[in-house]
């Protein structure tokens, strides 16, 4: 049906109250930490350099750990999330949050922060492209950039499908919906609604 991906967003606004300069697409952790630092340093005490929700690894740390080295799930099924370059991220991450750098954890869900022009950063799906554009309060002052690059550049895509049970009573029936919404008509549908990028890579432009 869908495809996702995760990207930070970032508030002009804010980067210019600071004195900071916007990421770009080539910027890596250590440039992110430094700008963090940057920010905290000309911002307000309720406002933050940066959110994560770290309730959802999609958001947040699966993409560290991936861009560490970290290969999550081995080969023979098993997930591996507190090795040495694991620990390393989490022990990072930890660091930033102590010294004031990242929303806690547990005030209030990060991207709703980010929308309230307190936070300058922030990990966010791509699902959340129209609610911030549709914000009055941020949608004339923000920007995108890639996830920032640590050892690799890598992230968490996740999407949802359509499927039939094996013991259905009506296969051809759920067939036939599941050809009609895998279709290029519907696909297009659902680009043009621009809640989700579609699987459908022809008509997958049409959300962007």
Do not use: C
Not at 4 to 27: E, H, L, R, T
Not at 44 to 49: A, E, G, I, L
Request: glycine share 6%.
């Amino acid at each position: 049906r869908d495809i996702d991906a995760i990207a930070v967003w970032y508030n002009k606004k804010m980067f210019d109250q600071a004195g900071v300069s916007y990421p770009d697409k080539n910027w890596t952790w250590n440039d992110l930490k430094q700008k963090s630092d940057q920010l905290r340093k000309g911002l307000d005490k309720q406002s933050y350099p940066l959110a994560m929700e770290f309730s959802s690894g999609q958001d947040s740390y699966f993409n560290l750990l991936l861009q560490a080295g970290d290969k999550i799930v081995l080969p023979e099924g098993k997930t591996d999330v507190a090795n040495d370059k694991a620990i390393a991220v989490y022990r990072d991450v930890q660091g930033m949050l102590n010294a004031g750098l990242i929303q806690p954890p547990g005030e209030m869900e990060a991207s709703d922060v980010f929308q309230s022009n307190r936070v300058a950063m922030v990990y966010a799906g791509s699902w959340w492209a129209l609610p911030f554009s549709q914000n009055e309060l941020i949608k004339d002052h923000i920007g995108v950039v890639p996830m920032p690059k640590m050892a690799e550049q890598a992230g968490v895509s996740h999407s949802l499908a359509f499927a039939m049970s094996a013991k259905s009573q009506h296969k051809d029936a759920a067939w036939k919906f599941i050809e009609f919404m895998s279709s290029e008509h519907a696909q297009q549908t659902l680009a043009t609604g621009k809640v989700v990028i579609p699987a459908n890579q022809k008509v997958a432009k049409e959300w962007g």
